[in-house]
């Protein structure tokens, strides 16, 4: 990661301000969008980890939320390649009564929190 003198380095997973060319409109609607992205993710893991050990299925997250799947499951898979969720094992019925996968924060993400 650089450091500039305009902004302190960051390594949060959840980093409000990605870098961009001062000069360039193009990259700086890029970082913004990251933004928007980085956001949604700490949306998404905030709510799965207060489901506990309970979790929440996509869906559940979606109507939580107020937020659709084409932007809520890239957040989450997102998550699971961080290592900060993960399946539970547990499926419960989606409204089309499919089973969904149950996702939980991973046990070092809890312990944090605790």
Not at 55 to 67: C, N, Y
Not at 72 to 81: A, D, K, Y
């Amino acid at each position: 990661m650089t450091m500039s003198p305009e902004r302190p380095e960051q390594d949060d997973m959840f980093d409000p301000a990605p870098p961009f060319a001062r000069t360039s409109t193009t990259s700086r609607a890029a970082a913004e969008s990251l933004t928007d992205t980085a956001a949604s993710r700490a949306r998404v893991f905030k709510a799965i980890r207060a489901c506990g050990s309970y979790g929440a299925t996509d869906q559940e997250l979606q109507l939580s939320l107020h937020m659709d799947g084409n932007a809520e499951r890239p957040r989450r898979w997102e998550l699971v390649n961080m290592g900060k969720i993960r399946d539970s094992g547990a499926r419960r019925l989606n409204r089309s009564k499919r089973n969904a996968v149950v996702w939980i924060a991973t046990s070092e993400q809890n312990e944090a929190t605790q």
